[in-house]
């Protein structure tokens, strides 16, 4: 069962939107799902009802709601891509951090649900790696975060598990980027890294020219077995 609701902000001043799936039964835990630069649109909302079906609870809240309200773009089309760039310019990652944050208390405090996650793509994959390091998540996968290297001063505040997937040919992420994550990360009790060889940018999304069938579901089973051992013990 899926649903749309509100989610106050940290200070109460304002709320904002999120997708909702439930699962059948109790959940075992809950994931915030974190959206690509494209909005909480259909690949996003499939991610959750995947979640759901798996047993968890998971929420994707609109974090471009400060800019402009139930943002959804499909990054096949041009016009739309570009549009998403632009949101992205404006973005307040700090604010957005902030409304995961919110999202997860939602999620503990409104569902009951004691354990709470993250997984995000993309725009999203960068955010899962800073609400690592500054709320208080239980567990967090970034699939091809952009500009983490400029993060890694934060990398000593990871406190809970934390899952990074790198594909080596990101367009948007070069291989000195790649090489700092590794210099930076690989060292870190509670980061696991996964490169994924000659592979793009957007390689996991649920629909479209981006994604890779065989490595999507590769990286989806080892974020399944992440989440099962860090959500659910």
Same mark, same amino acid.
């Given at each position: 069962?899926?649903?749309?609701? =509100? ?52 929420? =994707? ?22 549009? =998403? ?53 239980? =567990? ?94």
């Amino acid at each position: 069962m899926s649903d749309n609701i =509100a989610i106050s902000t940290r200070d109460g001043s304002d709320e904002f939107k999120a997708y909702v799936a439930h699962p059948s039964g109790t959940p075992t835990a809950a994931i915030v799902v974190i959206q690509e630069i494209f909005g909480v649109n259909q690949g996003i909302r499939q991610k959750c009802d995947k979640l759901a079906v798996d047993g968890y609870l998971a929420i =994707a809240p609109d974090l471009f709601w400060r800019i402009e309200r139930g943002v959804q773009l499909d990054p096949d089309i041009e016009v739309e891509f570009n549009r =998403a760039l632009e949101l992205m310019e404006k973005f307040d990652q700090d604010a957005g951090v902030k409304d995961i944050q919110a999202t997860i208390d939602y999620a503990r405090g409104q569902e009951g649900v004691s354990k709470v996650g993250c997984v995000g793509y993309c725009l999203g994959g960068r955010l899962a790696y800073m609400t690592a390091a500054r709320t208080d998540v239980d =567990a967090s996968v970034g699939y091809y975060g952009v500009g983490i290297d400029g993060l890694l001063g934060e990398k000593e505040a990871i406190a809970k598990p934390l899952l990074l997937h790198i594909p080596t040919e990101d367009g948007f992420v070069d291989k000195d980027t790649q090489a700092a994550m590794h210099k930076g990360l690989d060292g870190h009790p509670r980061v696991t890294l996964y490169d994924y060889e000659g592979l793009d940018h957007g390689f996991a999304t649920e629909m479209g020219e981006r994604r890779v069938e065989d490595a999507a579901n590769l990286a989806d089973q080892r974020s399944a077995a992440f989440f099962a051992e860090n959500l659910r013990s």
